[in-house]
Structures are given as structure tokens and as C-alpha cells.
């Protein structure tokens, strides 16, 4: 990777853990609350998402200080998910980016409630910021909740609950992809493309470009997956139950897994082309979602 978008995500990772810290600490809550939430979300996450929506506004000429309230708002959607993910009604795990999960570190109604209240109060440090208009609020609110809600995130765990049996199609598991991580990626960057104003024709393309980095993301984590199991013959998330979930490489093969991602990678920066975004930082986080080695 370029050293100097190396030095940018270092540098934007810095500031969205002062920013989620500051947010966190700023709010009256029961101690137990404030170190549970606090524990989550200073426990190593990438910034992605907010990095991705930053780089959107930025690469279409936007004012990029807007768009901190919404992209802090994502990563508290972010954290509460992967919270609720771990708990033994769900994925059951111990360990996530190598620390305890969250209820094995605390307790389950800790757990639970760290991951409601970072929900919550996603919308909250939306319709308190300063910089929006109230129109600019209401786009925001609106897309957050269907990002993450019934019809977006919550319904793509819920169909991923369902499917533990095994799927054996891959549009199957494509659609529960798009909703569980592809309507949250899309969220980054439809929010950063409006807050730069962009016309409705760059709003359909960037659109599609979410979802479609969100499935270059996906597949190279069943990749890394396989990559982990390998190494520790085991599972790596230290998941403390075997699973038979599919993966794309356990309906394609590994090399058809291989070439599926590709052909997103090349759709994705099809689309960076024809929103005159390609040879920007973005170009190059495509490259680093398919290429990641965690
Ligand atoms: C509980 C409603 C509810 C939803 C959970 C996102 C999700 C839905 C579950 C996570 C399961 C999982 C491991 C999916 C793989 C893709 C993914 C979202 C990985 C984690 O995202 P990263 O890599 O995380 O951006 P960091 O740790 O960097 O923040």
C-alpha cells in the first residue's frame, strides 16, 4: 500500500478512537455501562467504515468535517453489531481482534445493553450534531435505521441464524452478505457521497459501489477464514462452537472464491472510473479490502 494512505489511515484510526472516546466519556452513564462500551470500542477495530465514508466526501470535494458526527455514528452501529454477534445466543466467542469478547469480559446483560446503548445513541450523536441541517439529519437518521434495521443488517444475521444448516447457493449466501456487512459499507459511503453533495447519478453509482466492496470485504474474510483455519488447524475466531456455516470458498473452491472476488474488484473500480474516483485513495482500499490480511 501506498506508505502516505498507510500514514492516512493511521492517522484518521487515531482520530476516530479520540472522537468514540470523547463521545462515550461525555455521556452520564453507570460505571459498569461506560467500561463495558468504552472496553468495545477501544478493542483495535480498523475504522473502516468511517474511513471509507471520509474518503468518499473527500475524493468528491465535500467538506469532510461534516462528516465526523455520521461516520462516529456508523462505528457505534459497528461496535454494537460485532457485541451482539459474540453472545452465546449467536456466535457464541470468546475472543475478537485477539481480546476478550465483550460478555466474557463482563457479563451477557452487559453485553446486551453496551451494544443497545451504542445503538441508540448512534442516532442520538446524529440529531445532536451541530453541522447538519435538519434535512441533512433526517437523510442520515433514515439511512442508518434501514442500513442496520429490519430490512438491512438485523435481517441479514437474522437470515445468517437461520442458514447455519448450510446453504448451497451462492445468491443465497450473496443476499445475506449484501444486508449483513455490504448495507452498513454502503451506508459509509452513500452518507459520505451526500454530505459532498453529489447528483443523483453519482448517488446510484456510489450506491453500487458499496455493495459491491462489501462483497469483496466478505469474501476475502471467508478467505481469511480458511487462511486461519489452516494455520492453527482450528477455528481462528476461537469460536466455542464448530460450525458448518458456507462460505464462498465452500461453494466455489477456493480458486473459484479467488476469481469471484476478482471480478468485483474489477466491477469496483469500474465504477471509480465512471465517478472520476479512480487514482484516488479509494482506488486503493479496494485493493487493500481484497488483499487484507485481517
Ligand atoms: C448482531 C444485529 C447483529 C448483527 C451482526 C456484522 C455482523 C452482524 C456480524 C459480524 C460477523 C462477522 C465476523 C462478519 C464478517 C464481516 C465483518 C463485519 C467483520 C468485522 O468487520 P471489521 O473487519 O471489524 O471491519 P473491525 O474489528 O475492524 O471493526
Do not use: W
Not at 459511503?189 to 453500487?208: H, P, R, T
Not at 476478482?262 to 479496494?286: D, F, I, P, S, W
Amino acid at each position: 500500500m501506498d506508505p502516505n494512505l498507510v500514514t492516512y489511515i493511521k492517522g484518521e484510526q487515531g482520530r476516530f478512537n479520540q472522537l468514540l472516546i470523547d463521545y462515550l466519556n461525555g455521556l452520564t452513564m453507570p460505571p459498569l455501562l461506560k467500561k463495558s462500551t468504552i472496553y468495545s470500542i477501544k478493542a483495535g477495530g480498523k475504522r473502516l467504515r468511517p474511513i471509507l465514508m471520509k474518503l468518499t466526501c473527500e475524493g468528491l470535494n465535500g467538506n469532510v468535517d461534516k462528516v465526523y458526527p455520521a461516520a462516529i455514528a456508523l462505528e457505534m452501529v459497528h461496535t454494537y453489531s460485532l457485541i451482539h454477534d459474540d453472545l452465546p445466543a449467536m456466535d457464541n466467542d470468546t475472543y475478537r481482534r485477539g481480546m476478550l469478547t465483550n460478555h466474557k469480559k463482563f457479563d451477557e446483560a452487559t453485553a446486551i445493553l453496551a451494544g443497545d446503548g451504542l445503538l441508540t445513541n448512534s442516532f442520538h450523536s446524529i440529531a445532536n450534531a451541530t453541522c447538519y441541517s435538519d434535512k441533512e439529519k433526517v437523510f442520515i437518521v433514515s439511512k442508518l435505521a434501514q442500513a442496520s434495521g429490519l430490512e438491512g443488517m438485523v435481517a441479514g444475521q437474522s437470515m445468517d441464524m437461520q442458514a447455519e444448516q448450510g446453504l448451497t447457493e451462492v445468491d443465497e449466501l450473496e443476499h445475506i452478505h449484501q444486508l449483513k456487512t455490504g448495507k452498513l459499507l454502503t451506508f459509509a459511503v452513500v452518507v459520505g457521497a451526500y454530505l459532498a453533495g453529489a447528483s443523483n447519478e453519482i448517488m446510484d453509482k456510489i450506491e453500487q459501489f458499496g455493495q459491491t466492496i462489501g462483497l469483496v470485504f466478505q469474501i476475502q474474510d471467508d478467505i481469511l477464514d480458511i487462511i486461519g483455519d489452516q494455520e492453527i488447524m482450528g477455528k481462528a475466531s476461537g469460536s466455542d462452537e464448530g460450525n458448518q456455516k458456507s462460505t464462498y470458498p465452500s461453494l466455489l473452491g477456493f480458486d473459484g472464491a479467488m476469481e469471484h472476488k476478482n471480478r468485483y474488484v474489477q466491477q469496483a473500480k469500474q465504477l471509480l472510473h465512471e465517478m472520476k474516483l479512480e487514482g484516488t485513495y479509494l482506488e486503493q482500499l479496494v485493493d487493500y479490502l481484497s488483499n487484507r490480511n485481517q
